[in-house]
């Protein structure tokens, strides 16, 4: 493959050839099918693996020093080999860096090691680049020391690493999906138990189309961690009246009941998304299991409805992009995808229609938003490897 060899020429001229040969891995990114905002309150989701990810080709030395660098990025770094790592102005550097201190936690040895990464999934998009490269580099560190870690284990500690280091409160979704795609399949995860079953996803005659709304996405770190806060204050109202210790584990009826025991109507409706919007996962995987495509539509766009008047983290951006799509005939369903605040919408798109979609899509969003949007079919992948 054309671009691996590129990599290759590119970390040989980077760091010279001496010593052994570096070894290739991949970890893709992620879109999230349904079942947003859901993952941090122990609810469900129904994230794939796509074909766009993060290679990272890497080799153990015996200097005390790590090198960072990437083909995205001219700016790179060398680090000390130490037991603790401080964090980087750079913000990429913090994804190893996160997943390093994490081995070191577990008492492994981090040496000196020289790494190059090369991603072709947007940056910022909400599609999981930043868990891409934290998966792809503990898998990677984990098979060059013989670590002895799991997958689960590895995918705990990326999504630690972007807790601890990049100041995100994220759930397990994104490092979980990364870490266990599977191509043609949905995750069908518990976030609560971690138990997941992977469920087919029957494109037959229809594609999923990735809408990115290119809209900077400043502050959106700290407007999800307002909202994992926010939900944490619905907890403590409704535990007044169930014994509940996360809103995963309240079902929607006995919630419409009892919701007035929020007082706060902001508080109360994060609580009405989170809750409806685990329904919808559940009933999303019965309709996949069914076959029954435009059913799983209705559930997307009741999802983004939910977002958007619920959980307020849609925005005038994805708004557009959403409802341009909803009126294209042959789009069975379209919602954001992602944390939101900017990033991504997906869509289910007919085939013959896919081109008349990029177009009038992209057209009616640039003339409405002044952005241009960028558009991918994604494919369903398989999760972290080595690429031989
Ligand atoms: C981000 C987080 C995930 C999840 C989604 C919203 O992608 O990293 O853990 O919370 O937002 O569903």
Redesign the pocket.
């Known amino acids: 493959m054309e671009e691996t060899e590129n990599l290759r020429k590119t970390f040989a001229d980077l760091y010279g050839t001496p010593g052994n040969e570096p070894v290739l891995f991949f970890a893709p990114g992620r879109v999230?099918l349904i079942?947003?905002?859901?993952?941090?309150n122990g609810g469900f989701?129904l994230p794939c693996a796509i074909q766009y990810g993060t290679y990272l080709l890497i080799r153990m030395t015996d200097e005390r020093v790590i090198k960072l660098a990437s083909v995205n990025d001219p700016q790179k770094t060398v680090i000390p080999v130490t037991d603790h790592f401080s964090k980087q102005p750079v913000h990429w550097f913090n994804y190893p860096l996160g997943v390093f201190e994490q081995f070191i936690k577990k008492g492994l040895p981090v040496g000196g090691m020289e790494l190059l990464f090369y991603g072709d999934i947007p940056n910022n998009a909400?599609l999981?680049s930043s868990?891409s490269i934290e998966v792809v580099t503990a898998f990677a560190l984990n098979h060059l020391i013989n670590g002895g870690l799991d997958l689960l284990d590895l995918i705990k500690m990326s999504q630690k690493a972007?807790q601890e280091f990049a100041g995100?409160n994220?759930?397990?979704?994104?490092q979980f999906a990364v870490g266990m795609g599977k191509a043609n399949h949905a995750i069908f995860l518990n976030c609560s138990t971690l138990e997941y079953k992977l469920v087919p996803v029957p494109l037959s005659g229809y594609k999923l189309i990735i809408a990115n709304s290119n809209k900077p996405r400043s502050l959106a770190d700290s407007k999800?961690n307002e909202r994992v806060a926010e939900c944490q204050l619905a907890v403590a109202f409704l535990a007044e009246r169930f014994s509940i210790s996360k809103l995963g584990d309240l079902g929607f009826p006995q919630f419409f009941k009892a919701q007035d025991c929020i007082p706060d109507e902001v508080i109360r409706k994060r609580a009405r998304h989170v809750i409806s919007e685990n329904q919808r996962v559940l009933a999303s995987v019965s309709s996949l299991l069914k076959n029954d495509l435009p059913q799983f539509g209705v559930l997307m766009n009741a999802s983004h409805d939910s977002l958007r008047d619920n959980y307020e983290v849609t925005g005038f951006e994805l708004d557009t992009l959403v409802e341009e799509a909803w009126k294209i005939p042959g789009v069975l369903g379209s919602r954001m995808t992602?944390?939101?605040f900017g990033g991504c919408t997906v869509s289910l798109v007919r085939e013959d229609v896919i081109a008349d979609f990029i177009e009038e899509v992209g057209m009616e969003y640039k003339a409405k938003t002044g952005l241009t949007a960028d558009f991918y079919i994604a494919e369903i992948g398989d999760g972290v490897r080595r690429v031989e």
């Open positions: 999230n079942g947003e905002h859901t993952d941090y989701v909400g999981s868990a972007e995100v994220c759930g397990i979704m994104d999800y992602g944390a939101g």
